[in-house]
T-cell receptor, first 114, second 112 residues
Framework: DVKVTQSSRYLVKRTGEKVFLECVQD?????MFWYRQDPGLGLRLIYFSYDVKMKEKGDIPEGYSVSREKKERFSLILESASTNQTSMYLC?????????????FGSGTQLSVL | QKEVEQDPGPLSVPEGAIVSLNCTYS??????FMWYRQYSRKGPELLMYTYSSGNKEDGRFTAQVDKSSKYISLFIRDSQPSDSATYLC????????????FGQGTTLQVKP
């Protein structure tokens, strides 16, 4: 089974802090994604990456950046955390090609920014 | 107007009931339709994946797509307490980007 591991289950940070959310997948998937999930809004795509050192903006990239130095690892960075970034963050990966829509998700990181 | 609309529920049914979960969408370019299931404190997992219109069946689950009405459904037969979860519809236009548009999710509770 594909395993997507997010480094923290719960995280509490203060406004203005720099926050790193880490994600690792173990199935040699080409593509990795960061979504956030908010009540009433569903999942929204923040950033995604089709290859090492490549990144593309999703629908809500403002206030976020990403890093993909290795194929298996995709990091989400909040340069200066704000309270409106309190959310559940979900990392996902997919194999590539025509199976790109079949995403495998991690268990999520619940981030609270105080 | 959101691209994908999904009734958030919650929906509560007795064990053994037939459950119907639905999404409507506005973008006629969507061709790939998925249902993800998300248990509490877990990430979503892919449940059903369909392309274009028609039906797809997998055990107790049936996914239907009606592109003319821009409407998709997930039916669960003989529902079980273990089906209690949030069900998210998702869709995309290209099929090869992984950029999905999700509905808000419907929370389902199946009571024993």
């Amino acid at each position: 089974d594909v395993k997507v591991t997010q480094s923290s289950r719960y995280l509490v940070k203060r406004t203005g802090e720099k926050v790193f959310l880490e994600c690792v997948q173990d199935m040699d998937h080409e593509n990795m994604f960061w979504y956030r999930q908010d009540p009433g809004l569903g999942l929204r795509l923040i950033y995604f990456s089709y290859d090492v050192k490549m990144k593309e903006k999703g629908d809500i990239p403002e206030g976020y950046s990403v890093s993909r130095e290795k194929k298996e690892r995709f990091s989400l960075i909040l340069e200066s955390a704000s309270t409106n970034q309190t959310s559940m963050y979900l990392c996902a990966s997919s194999l590539g090609g025509q199976t790109n829509e079949k995403l495998f998700f991690g268990s999520g990181t619940q981030l609270s920014v105080l | 107007q959101k691209e994908v609309e999904q009734d958030p529920g919650p929906l509560s049914v007795p064990e053994g009931a037939i459950v119907s979960l639905n999404c409507t969408y506005s973008n006629s370019a969507f061709q790939y339709f998925m249902w993800y299931r998300q248990y509490s404190r877990k990430g979503p997992e892919l449940l059903m994946y369909t392309y274009s219109s028609g039906n797809k069946e997998d055990g107790r689950f049936t996914a239907q797509v009606d592109k003319s009405s821009k409407y998709i459904s997930l039916f669960i037969r003989d529902s079980q307490p273990s089906d209690s979860a949030t069900y998210l519809c998702a869709m995309s236009a290209s099929g090869n980007t992984g950029k999905l548009i999700f509905g808000q999710g419907t929370t389902l509770q199946v009571k024993p």
